[in-house]
């Protein structure tokens, strides 16, 4: 059975699905949408029309060659192997599906209503320091949204007391902005704990939408429910599966 979680405030067909209901085996097991692993591509191609089938099964699938960068772009009718390498991706189009995958990094969805516009992006820290959020939302308001109208989510991903990072990386961030230490927790010497969840909301915040909203669910340590880039690396698995996030106007 497909799990399939929800954001109190978008209206829009819409899901972050977890790894569950699908037809893949071993340590993809079992709803892995990733067509970048090693896995079954038949299995993949079939998650993935289960995955789409149980958010908006009368649309179309869009995904990126997501490559942790800012740039995000407007959905087009290109094929799986045609993907272009981008992390945010838009549209006013009934009829598609806009798709984000992620193993801990933070998928966000996003809606106007008002506008018939929506949203996704895949905000690893890379992606979220670097502007991906922003730069989704100026391309939503380039078909019409307004910040004023547009509603977000931050799905599941890795949670502040799963991720340590080293004192470089922290330093990354309060170089940018010495706010942002509060989304940090020291550990042990030259380590911290980052909150991905809470700067992804901060960054909405500051771009002045109308509502944002966090699930709270941390993906490393829940095997029977994520995949988990991270948990896999300390496992010393040879590869890993990847859950989907979508969603899509109503026709």
Same mark, same amino acid.
């Given at each position: 059975?497909?799990?399939? =979680?929800?954001?109190?405030?978008?209206?829009? #067909?819409?899901?972050?699905?977890?790894?569950?209901?699908?037809?893949?085996?071993?340590?993809?097991?079992?709803?892995?949408?990733?067509?970048?692993?090693?896995?079954?591509?038949?299995?993949?191609?079939?998650?993935? &029309?289960?995955? =789409? @089938?149980?958010?908006?099964?009368?649309?179309?699938?869009?995904? =990126?060659?997501?490559?942790?960068?800012?740039?995000?772009? /407007?959905?087009?009718?290109?094929?799986?192997?045609?993907?272009?390498?981008?992390?945010? &991706?838009?549209?006013?189009?009934?009829?598609?599906?806009?798709?984000? &995958?992620?193993?801990?990094?933070? #998928?966000?969805?996003?809606?106007?209503?008002?506008?018939?516009?929506?949203?996704?992006?895949?905000?690893?820290?890379?992606?979220?320091?670097? !502007?991906?959020?922003?730069?989704?939302?100026?391309?939503? /308001?380039?078909?019409?949204?307004?910040? !004023?109208?547009? %509603?977000?989510?931050?799905?599941?991903?890795?949670?502040?007391?799963?991720? /340590?990072?080293?004192? !470089?990386?922290?330093?990354?961030?309060?170089?940018?902005?010495?706010? @942002?230490?509060?989304?940090?927790?020291?550990?042990? #010497?030259?380590?911290?704990?980052?909150?991905?969840?809470?700067?992804?909301?901060?960054?909405?915040?500051?771009?002045?939408?109308?509502? %944002?909203?966090?699930?709270?669910?941390?993906?490393?340590?829940?095997?029977?429910?994520?995949?988990?880039?991270?948990?896999?690396?300390?496992?010393?698995?040879?590869?890993?599966?990847?859950?989907?996030?979508?969603?899509?106007?109503? !026709?």
């Amino acid at each position: 059975m497909i799990t399939r =979680l929800t954001a109190r405030s978008i209206r829009s #067909p819409h899901g972050f699905l977890g790894r569950t209901g699908g037809v893949s085996e071993g340590i993809f097991a079992s709803l892995n949408v990733g067509l970048g692993s090693s896995d079954d591509p038949a299995h993949v191609r079939e998650n993935r &029309l289960c995955a =789409l @089938n149980a958010v908006a099964p009368a649309a179309r699938l869009v995904t =990126l060659h997501q490559v942790h960068s800012a740039r995000a772009v /407007e959905a087009g009718d290109w094929a799986d192997d045609a993907r272009p390498e981008a992390d945010g &991706l838009v549209t006013d189009r009934p009829g598609l599906a806009l798709g984000i &995958l992620t193993a801990d990094c933070a #998928p966000l969805l996003f809606e106007d209503t008002e506008a018939g516009v929506i949203g996704a992006c895949h905000a690893g820290w890379k992606g979220a320091l670097g !502007g991906v959020i922003g730069a989704t939302i100026g391309l939503m /308001e380039r078909l019409g949204a307004r910040p !004023g109208r547009i %509603a977000a989510a931050v799905g599941p991903c890795i949670g502040r007391r799963s991720y /340590e990072v080293d004192d !470089g990386f922290r330093s990354r961030f309060e170089a940018a902005d010495p706010e @942002n230490g509060l989304f940090f927790t020291d550990a042990r #010497p030259g380590h911290a704990l980052f909150d991905l969840e809470g700067y992804c909301i901060r960054r909405l915040a500051e771009s002045g939408i109308h509502a %944002a909203e966090g699930l709270g669910a941390d993906t490393r340590p829940d095997d029977g429910r994520f995949f988990s880039y991270r948990r896999k690396t300390l496992a010393g698995e040879p590869d890993y599966g990847r859950q989907l996030s979508l969603i899509a106007l109503r !026709g």
